[in-house]
């Protein structure tokens, strides 16, 4: 069954302290992994893909394959990161997307 | 930027009634979508829709929902006759091929009282 775990419902931490939000999946093929942001009162968008190897807003994540886990980290949390995160998988040439349940992240001064 | 728009932002009902939400996918999109989030719980996947036709469903898309693409440019979500447990904040999403970035509108809050 193809499915993604996000455990922590909610993540609080202090200006400047490391993040790690935590994304495990499960799929048959070869996966295609996203994280999505909601900041306040906003859309859905797009924060980074697996496939992209790149570095958003001071955010990174590494898909590991052997631990089916694509978790997001940052090294040094602002304010301004508080929003609900969500790991998404691609799991069809359709496009659609597996979420999961959200991280709530509170990034207190 | 061409943004994801959808109308209405909430809208409140009565059970039975029917409901459509619109959605205006961004103009060079292909691939268009429907989501759902109720109250506390994770986004899921309605339906997707390609070339004019439903490419794929999930089990909650039953026979009280449907999609249309009426004129080219809108993309509406009816559900036929609303049960309490269709409230919740419903997101249209559109694509330009099924491997790029997927974009979100901001959702219609749908309340069935």
């Known amino acids: 069954a193809q499915r993604v775990t996000q455990p922590e419902k909610l993540l609080s931490v202090f200006k400047g302290a490391p993040v790690e939000l935590k994304c495990n999946y499960s799929?048959?093929?070869?996966?295609?992994l996203f994280w999505y942001v909601q900041y306040s009162r906003q859309r859905l968008q797009l924060l980074l893909r697996?496939?992209s190897r790149e570095s958003i807003k001071g955010f990174t994540a590494d898909l590991n394959k052997g631990e089916t886990s694509f978790h997001l980290k940052k090294p040094f949390a602002q304010e301004e990161d508080s929003a609900m995160y969500y790991c998404?998988?691609?799991?069809?040439?359709?496009?659609?997307?597996?979420f999961g349940q959200g991280t709530t992240l509170q990034v207190k001064p | 930027e061409p943004e994801v728009t959808q109308t209405p932002s909430h809208q409140v009902t009565q059970m039975g009634q029917e409901v459509i939400l619109r959605c205006v996918p961004i103009?060079?999109?292909?691939?268009f979508y429907w989501y759902r989030q109720i109250l506390g719980q994770k986004v899921e996947f309605l339906v997707s829709?390609?070339?004019?036709?439903?490419?794929?469903k999930s089990e909650i898309f039953d026979d009280q929902f449907s999609v249309e693409r009426p004129d080219g440019s809108n993309f509406t979500l009816k559900i036929r006759s609303t049960k309490l447990e269709d409230s919740a904040m419903y997101f249209c999403?559109?694509?330009?091929?099924?491997?790029?970035?997927?974009?979100f509108g901001e959702g219609s809050r749908l309340t069935v009282l």
């Open positions: 998404a998988l691609r799991s069809s040439n359709t496009g659609k997307l597996i």
């Open positions: 799929y048959s093929g070869s996966p295609e």
């Open positions: 697996h496939i």
């Open positions: 103009s060079n999109h292909l691939y």
């Open positions: 829709f390609y070339n004019n036709e439903i490419s794929e």
């Open positions: 999403a559109s694509i330009r091929t099924g491997t790029g970035e997927l974009f």
